[in-house]
Every structure is written in C-alpha cells, then in structure tokens.
C-alpha cells in the first residue's frame, strides 16, 4: 500500500513561513515526479510545484519567488512556502507521478489569516 503522508500545515499570519513535507512509503520518490498541488474551498484543485527526479522544478505563476520544492532525502519531499498570503489558503497534497500510476496523500490544511 503506497502511502503519501503530508506534514506542516497550520494556521499563519500574511508574511509568515510554513514547511511542508511529504514522506513517502514504499515506493521511490526518485522513480516519480514529486508534487504539490492545493484546493481551496469552491475551486478546483491546482497544481503548486513539481519537481522531476533531474532536479528540475515547476512552479505556478502565482507561488514563483515564494515557494521552493526540494527533495530533502530519499523519501522526503517539502514545500517551503515563504511570504504567505491570505489567497494560499487552502487544503495541500503531496503527488506522486509515475509511468503507470498516481498517488496521492490525505492533505494537509494550510490558513494564512491574521
């Protein structure tokens, strides 16, 4: 059973900083296109950042310059999001991409208010 567990959601004010990570189990994050995609109430699901096993990474227009994707090890891969704004408010999931399969993990929340 494959398993994406998110971890690093909270609550922060505008400005602020939160880490996510995302670990995985069984599978090898390096054999996959790691992501990060998020869903706020009433909309639909968008991609955040991707990041391929060479180590190039993607990110939305709406996040550049403020969120980084890493691979931190092995089985770890995070999302530092810095210069929160109240718009990135919504429900984080870790993806993991392959040839011949998708998974994704449970969410975490994420509320950037003051």
């Known amino acids: 059973q494959v398993q994406l567990v998110e971890s690093g959601g909270g609550l922060v004010q505008p400005g602020g900083s939160l880490r996510l990570s995302c670990a995985a189990s069984?599978?090898?994050?390096?054999?996959?296109?790691m992501g990060w995609y998020r869903q706020a109430p009433g909309k639909q699901r968008e991609l955040v950042a991707t990041?391929?096993?060479?180590?190039?990474t993607n990110y939305a227009d709406s996040v550049k310059g403020r969120f980084t994707i890493s691979r931190d090890n092995a089985k770890n891969t995070s999302l530092q999001m810095n210069s929160l704004q109240p718009e990135d408010t919504a429900v984080y999931y870790c993806?993991?991409?392959?040839?011949?399969?998708?998974?994704w993990g449970q969410g975490t929340q994420v509320t950037v208010s003051s």
């Open positions: 069984t599978i090898n994050p390096s054999n996959y296109v």
């Open positions: 993806n993991a991409r392959g040839i011949f399969n998708t998974y």
């Open positions: 990041i391929f096993s060479t180590g190039i």
